[in-house]
T-cell receptor, first 114, second 114 residues
Framework: DAKTTQPTSMDCAEGRAANLPCNHS???????VYWYRQIHSQGPQYIIH???NNETNEMASLIITEDRKSSTLILPHATLRDTAVYYC???????????????FGKGTTLSVSS | GAVVSQHPSWVICKSGTSVKIECRSL??????MFWYRQFPKQSLMLMAT?????????EQGVEKDKFLINHASLTLSTLTVTSAHPEDSSFYIC??????????FGPGTRLTVT
């Protein structure tokens, strides 16, 4: 069963910020929020993950609400190459999870146009 | 980040023949690898969990005698599609779990059965 809910699709103009929402109202206290993306005909690519604090890396920022029931992935300056399907996944992290697969929902198809 | 490779990247085979797909973790040892299948415009579906030195665990609805998985070393898992049929045409993606539980994906293999 899907543990996250994402919009089916979103559009964004090149150079603008893309804000992708994700609802995970049943998230457990030890579950992290992970974001992956899949560009057409490629394998999924890790973007970022977080537990409760906001996170930022060279690709994106992750904003998690205080109650942890939702989050937003932010691509600050979207480019055409950011066009992809973005997946929000919640899972427990750590070495003891090495045997647990990531389960993908339907994700959000982000289309960046010039 | 860690690198996972797949070979071949694409393959065309005739109906009734078998095809082997290799998945390698290039810079870490992966006790566990996973195999996914993705049909056009759909999300990734987990097929099986492959543990080094033991039998794979298959998801419900996946035929273990048709999709043979071998995980003979900590860096290599293979998926063999036996007696392939056109309905097996799909995008097959593997992933490998690092010792700290992070999952890295291969680039995928496009299988077309004619």
């Amino acid at each position: 069963d899907a543990k996250t809910t994402q919009p089916t699709s979103m559009d964004c103009a090149e150079g603008r910020a893309a804000n992708l929402p994700c609802n995970h109202s049943t998230i457990s206290g030890n579950e992290y929020v992970y974001w992956y993306r899949q560009i057409h005909s490629q394998g999924p690519q890790y973007i970022i993950h977080g537990l409760k604090n906001n996170e930022t890396n060279e690709m994106a920022s992750l904003i998690i609400t205080e109650d942890r029931k939702s989050s937003t992935l932010i691509l600050p300056h979207a480019t055409l190459r950011d066009t992809a399907v973005y997946y929000c996944i919640v899972r427990v992290a750590g070495a003891n999870q090495a045997g647990t697969a990531l389960i993908f929902g339907k994700g959000t198809t982000l289309s960046v146009s010039s | 980040g860690a690198v996972v490779s797949q070979h071949p990247s694409w393959v065309i085979c005739k109906s009734g023949t078998s095809v082997k797909i290799e998945c390698r973790s290039l810079d870490f040892q992966a006790t566990t690898m996973f195999w996914y299948r993705q049909f056009p415009k759909q999300s990734l579906m987990l097929m099986a969990t492959s543990n080094e030195g033991s039998k794979a665990t298959y998801e419900q609805g996946v035929e273990k005698d048709k999709f043979l998985i071998n995980h003979a070393s900590l860096t290599l898992s293979t998926l063999t599609v036996t007696s392939a049929h056109p309905e097996d045409s799909s995008f097959y993606i593997c992933s490998a779990s690092s010792p700290v539980g992070e999952q890295y994906f291969g680039p995928g293999t496009r299988l077309t059965v004619t």
